[in-house]
């Protein structure tokens, strides 16, 4: 990998691009060079985003099965705080059935948000550019990320995860009249 390379910064597809309803692809070897330089790509690309919960490759139309996310400590409902994170070739187990509902956007929708139930705890596995396996359990906010970013490697997005599509709308208006704060 060259040293003078430049990241190239990268377009957010939004719903209806057919790479977001299409599932990703494995990646076979996390130590590849052309891995690292298109997560060079994305994270140059989430610093001209701004702060995200998560971003997935193919909302950058790169249909490979790995994703940005993270906690923010102003986000987290557990004390759990997650820095910005890389995980390759991702997957969970449901440590239990109970779901919660909670507010949801997404940068392939833009404007909108709605309420999504997601699994309350889980235990998820990825790999590292190292090619190290990481395991942890999460709760709450944390385990919803990860199963909204996991999603988008299977070509599902939030929407298709909603129950009640009452419970969806513009962010101004959803603020403004139905998010009890
Ligand atoms: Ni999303």
Same mark, same amino acid.
């Given at each position: 990998m060259s040293q003078t390379r430049t990241p190239n910064i990268l377009q957010v597809i939004r719903k209806g691009h057919p790479t977001l309803s299409s599932r990703a692809k494995e990646i076979?070897?996390? %130590?590849d060079p052309e891995i690292r330089e298109i997560v060079e790509d994305i994270l140059a690309t989430i610093e001209v985003i701004g702060p995200i919960a998560g971003l997935a490759a193919p909302q950058l139309?790169?249909?490979?099965r790995l994703f940005f996310f993270q906690v923010a400590p102003h986000r987290t409902d557990d004390g759990t705080v997650i820095p910005l994170t890389l995980a390759i070739n991702p997957s969970y187990e449901v440590l239990s059935e109970e779901k919660t509902l909670a507010w949801e956007g997404c940068f392939s929708l833009p404007h909108v948000m709605g309420e999504v139930p997601r699994y309350k705890h889980i235990r998820y596995s990825y790999q590292t550019l190292e090619g190290e396996t990481v395991t942890r359990e999460a709760h709450g906010f944390h385990a919803r990320v990860f199963q909204h970013e996991l999603d988008h490697l299977d070509g599902i997005t939030y929407v298709e995860r $909603? %129950?009640? $599509?009452?419970?969806?709308?513009?962010i101004e208006e959803v603020k403004e009249y139905m998010i009890r704060l």
């Open positions: 076979e070897d996390p %130590t139309n790169i249909p490979l $909603m %129950t009640d $599509m009452s419970r969806f709308g513009y």
